[in-house]
């Protein structure tokens, strides 16, 4: 057993994908701004950075912001370019010590600056970690990383991280059934795991259940 959970390491995901959905709604259920939704959605995701590391999971991807987010309203796009660069600030050191990797993965275009010299910075502080790599998909979207890779030949070995397996494990929250241009490549094979809870309620716990899940499916490939 490499971990808690009683899950033997062959049934673990190596790459557990998460579409962290339902800020706002969580938000909107509590007569609060959307923001106060992000916040809240901010100290779920490092309660399941931890679970992902005492379980095991060797590359989790988080989708934090698409290249479809650009078309909500300017005050929220200002708040969540601000937002994630103080929480990669706030958190770097943590993540170093936990030994783990920061990755910024997505287009550099229209991300203001400081907010891509905060991920640099983060990237190179944790650069040598080995635990887990944590992989913030930041102005991602499936079909410009396609598009992107396409454009230099094979696309496969261009990928944003060409070294990161395909995901085994994708979860999305807040009850809605879609991909929203996350990882299309990569989750090919990937096993879906679908939510209601809210993006803000879900952590460690929640993420276990969802190993668990996944630990009883039987993944064919194509094969028999
Ligand atoms: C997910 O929550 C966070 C981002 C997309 C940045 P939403 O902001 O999409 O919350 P809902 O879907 O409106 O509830
Ligand atoms: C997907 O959520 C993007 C992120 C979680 C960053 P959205 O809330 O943007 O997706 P749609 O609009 O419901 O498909
Ligand atoms: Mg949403």
């Keep these: 057993m490499s971990n808690n959970l009683g ?3 062959e049934r673990l995901p190596r790459h557990v994908a998460i579409i962290m959905d339902g800020n706002g709604r ?10 106060k939704g992000h916040e809240q959605g901010e100290k779920a995701l490092f309660d399941v950075v ?3 590391l005492e379980a095991g999971v060797r590359y989790l991807s988080v989708y934090a912001f698409s290249t479809e987010n650009w078309s909500r309203p300017d005050e929220e796009i200002d ?4 937002f994630n660069r103080a929480l990669i600030r706030i958190r770097r050191d943590d993540l170093n010590e936990r030994n783990v990797r920061i990755r910024r993965v997505g287009r550099t275009e229209r991300v203001p600056t400081d907010v891509i010299e905060e991920f640099a910075a983060a990237e190179e502080m944790t650069k040598d970690n ?24 094979d696309i496969a070995s261009n990928l944003y ?19 929203s241009n996350f990882l299309l490549w990569q989750s090919a094979y990937a096993e ?16 276990f259940a969802a190993l668990k899940d996944y630990a009883s499916r039987d993944r064919r490939f ?3």
């Design 161 to 179: 991280v060409p070294d990161v397996p395909d995901v085994d494990l994708l979860i999305r929250t807040s009850g809605e059934l879609r991909l």
């Design 26 to 35: 969580w938000a909107h259920a509590r007569g609060l701004d959307r923001t």
């Design 7 to 9: 899950i033997p390491p």
């Design 79 to 82: 708040f969540l370019m601000n």
């Design 222 to 224: 194509g094969g028999l």
């Design 192 to 207: 879906l795991y679908f939510t209601d809870t809210l993006w803000p309620d879900f952590d460690r716990h929640s993420l």
């Design 130 to 153: 080995t635990a887990m790599d944590l992989l913030v998909c930041f102005n991602y979207g499936g079909r410009a990383e396609l598009e992107d890779a396409a454009t230099k030949g």
């Design 50 to 52: 931890e679970g992902a």
